[in-house]
């Protein structure tokens, strides 16, 4: 098994990337504007000519699209779907994006599509270690969104084994039968799988099992920290979406790989208004790169993905990848400000997930943001789980996490100090979380203050 799935492409020096880059952006752009109804009149409104469009750089140049932007494009708001850009022939599936709020964006995927995507994962599992050998549970669900279904289609081009659960809740003979090499979740569904293996008296780190994937959702080193050290394997990041992002760790931890030829990435600071360079912190703007000749069923140009992240490295990384490499993305929806300073649940996972705190907790957490008692005040109310909540020293596990909490957060550590901003940190039993009573995804942090 080779080191690199497309060696060609992942390995290829700057000057080469960036003139392959260039000439996908000069077709996508083309492709955009003969092709779909939305951006034709994009450019026409914006007073641009697709033909100056040349390089990446001229990316910047161009007005940011929302997924606002795309719900008012599709019906029933336009009487068709503004962004499909390909005739319904070519059009392979339909996907939907499970919004925060309102009708869910549709995506159309040509064949073409998800070759592309499937591309993508098949790069990011290579460089994970993962060969013919590898069997591995897929726990992400098989639906509207696309990953469990992308990372299968990937495991047909590396000649890996799928076992397709699209759940975490599989039966702990499926590890003893078919010992599989790996598992696809989130940190939570890993952690609730290691808790009841155990409790079904399997030993989770003399299993078969020799990394895990991660995805769906940002989660704090120290998390990933804890769930390796429950296994007693390796766990590594993607970051996919049906919009087609799709980065994967590769086995130096080093950052994102960015698939750099089929998706090119931006950040941006709504705040500014601005593109904002290498190492400074902002919201990831895609754009498809489409090779020439290729179809896209939804194409998209700076995108704004609503994920929070920065660029850590343009170099070849010690694994040989030449493509640029991102800090873990976080979601912009997960970010709150408080008395200050801004706040995300994974700043919130991280103090809870100390390791010294470990030996009382499960890892499962919740946070609310609430009015304090004086006013303009705030109190952060954490509520834990924890086995035996009245041996468990509470103090010690809030010390821990007030500790890291409030580090790098200056305002917060002032207020903290003067008493305008508390932690209130409450143990509970597992299973007695607000968030367990909720349907849909799980709200770690929510704000509910009044104002
Ligand atoms: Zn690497």
Redesign the pocket.
Known sequence: MSKYHTPGIETMDRDGLDSLIDERVRYTVRYANERSVFYRHWFETNGINPDDIRVHEDLLQLPIVSGRTIREHQPPNTPDFQFLSTGWEDVFTIQETSGTSGTPKSFFLTWDDWKRYAEKYARSFV?QGFGPEDRVVVCASYGLNVGANTMTLAAQKLGMTIIPFGRCDFASRVITAYRPTAIVGSVFKLLRLAERLEQEGIRIKETSILRLIVGGESFSDESRAYLSGRWGCPVYNTYGSTEGTMCGE?T?L?GL?VPEDLVHLDIYDPQMKAFVSDGNCGRAVLTTLLPEGSKAGTLLLNYDTEDTTAVLSRER???G?THMRIFNPQREAETFWILGDSVNRVDVEAGVFQPENMQFLNGEYEAFICDGGSPGGVVMRVNAECTDPETADRRLIEDRFVGHFLKNKKNLVQHYGDRSFSVLFNLVRPGELELHKLRGRPKRLADRRSV
């Open positions: 460089s590769c130096e080093a790989h990384c010690a694994c990848r």
